[in-house]
């Protein structure tokens, strides 16, 4: 029987060619499915007589049926290295990958007596060069090839004749490493081992891409785990109970727009009867937000300033703030102190949202203070004292709750807060706090919240 030539085509490549049985093919096309690489331009095969080509490809569906094994990514690439060499009848080799941001080459692994990591910018050497163009180097004498790097061979002690230098490229023709196979055991490497190196490089390419998805969605997990689990932390470090004032009702909520919150309030209850009620506001989100809200929460406990006044001790936050942030981070605050038994708030604003008190014949906004902390050391603050008369509501709120977005990209507004607040104002502060968040949550839709929601509401007593 006349031996027939096959020819098999993937997307934006050459044509491969070479005999080999419908059996060997019809498996090689299933594989090729299992890799999404099915749309072949060009799939002709004929029964033919075994030859060379045919162990080959034999050897390249084994080789392909290994690959979809592990999925862990450093196994993986020991894998798809040790299946070149075998495929080929390479005596070694090394299977770099390609950063393509610093347009770098390193060593993932090596085989032989020695095992070292080496990094190759893109164009050095044969491998960089390989790299750089994309096209196959078939070196018969390495030793005469001026971009052969004799030193490794001199440090090894090893002896590198003949090489195979091929790119590793992926179903969209596009490089991701390079195959460096070294002293053919029979002779030189052919250009039959060339058409294998190419074929098996698009089944590593995607065996690698699938391995890194899969490393990345493990890696998201185990983030997703760790930030629920500070969340938790961070939950546990807001107040468990709201302190009771005769006299006064007080409610306070904490929405964290992801499991960690930017967000803080807190009460720290003197002795003598007075309270410390705080709002604060980090510039950003996540992890380092609630980081710099840990460090602020546990000043607010700690510092003596707390009992002298509120502007005395934001100016010793601001310096902390400014110092362990180092600039990055802002902090925007709300410190006050309520005295129950003369019905006043002294209080210092630092840079954050204005609170409304809303009094029974009008509206004051807390605006004295000064500059969010961590800007800048040494900062000034002002304070300010009020008084609380009997049925006003002090609301403090983030600008989560003025900034909520719905669909159309309007904003919830301090006005929609504002006029929420006077018609509701004979509710419970609890009551207020949830029919807000209700209306809140209402106006955004299934708009994303983007940013914590965090409210106090302070509410007098009528006599």
């Known amino acids: 029987m006349e031996p027939q030539e096959t020819i098999i085509t993937f997307r934006n490549e050459e044509p491969i060619r070479a005999p ?7 498996k090689f096309y299933s594989y090729a499915n299992l890799y999404s690489l099915s749309d072949f331009n060009t799939l002709i095969f004929f029964d033919i007589e075994p030859s060379v080509q045919i162990v080959q490809y034999q050897k390249l569906l084994e080789a392909s049926q290994t690959l979809i094994s592990t999925l862990d990514i450093d196994e993986l690439l020991e894998i798809i290295l040790n299946k070149a060499i075998e495929g080929v009848n390479a005596d070694r ?21 020695e095992s070292f990591s080496i990094r190759l910018s893109v164009g050095e050497g044969i491998a960089g060069h390989v790299a750089e163009t994309g096209k196959t180097l078939n070196i018969r004498d390495a030793q005469s090839d001026e971009r052969f790097f004799k030193h490794i061979d001199s440090e090894t002690g090893y002896t590198t004749k003949s090489m195979l230098c091929m790119p590793l490229k992926n179903r969209n023709d596009e490089i991701q490493g390079v195959f460096q196979l ?9 250009s039959e081992d060339e058409d294998y190196i190419k074929a098996f ?15 990345q969605e493990k890696e998201k997990i185990a983030i997703e785990r760790e930030m629920i689990a500070a969340g938790e932390v961070q939950k546990a470090l807001f107040p468990s109970e709201i302190p009771e004032l005769s006299g006064y009702r007080i409610a306070a909520i904490n929405i964290p727009a992801k499991n960690t919150s930017g967000d803080l309030y807190d009460f720290v209850e003197l002795d003598d009867g007075k309270l410390i009620f705080a709002l604060g506001d980090v510039s950003g989100k996540g992890l380092p937000a609630s980081i710099i809200m840990a460090n602020l929460q546990s000043m607010l406990h700690s510092f003596p300033e707390i ?23 802002y902090v925007t605050l709300f410190l006050g102190k309520l005295d129950p038994a003369h019905h006043t708030i002294s209080y210092t604003n630092a840079g954050h ?16 203070g000064g500059l ?3 800007l800048f050391p040494e900062s000034e603050y002002e304070e300010d004292k009020t008084t609380i008369d009997p049925g006003d509501l002090l609301v403090i709120f983030s600008d989560g709750v003025t900034d909520a977005f719905n669909h159309q990209n309007v904003s919830f507004t301090e006005e929609r ?7 509701n104002r004979d509710l419970d502060p609890g009551e207020l706090v949830q029919l807000l968040c209700d209306q809140i949550e209402s106006f955004a839709g299934d708009a994303p919240q983007f940013d914590d929601i965090t409210m106090i509401i302070i509410k007098r007593d009528d006599e």
């Open 182 to 190: 070294l002293n053919k055991k029979t002779d030189v490497f052919t």
């Open 20 to 26: 080999f049985l419908n059996l060997v093919i019809m």
């Open 353 to 368: 949202e204005y609170p409304i008190l809303l009094r029974k014949q009008s509206t004051d906004r807390l605006i004295t």
């Open 201 to 215: 490089s698009v089944f590593a390419s995607s065996a690698i891409e699938n391995a890194r998805l899969y490393e």
């Open 417 to 423: 807060l504002k006029t929420l607040v006077t018609e």
């Open 307 to 329: 009992f002298q006044s509120a502007s005395a001790c934001t100016y010793q936050f601001n310096n902390n703030i400014e110092k362990f942030s180092r600039s990055t981070k």
């Open 372 to 374: 969010p902390l961590g």
């Open 93 to 113: 080799g090394t299977l770099y990958l390609l950063d393509h941001e610093k347009q770098e080459l390193w060593s993932r692994t090596l085989t032989g007596k």
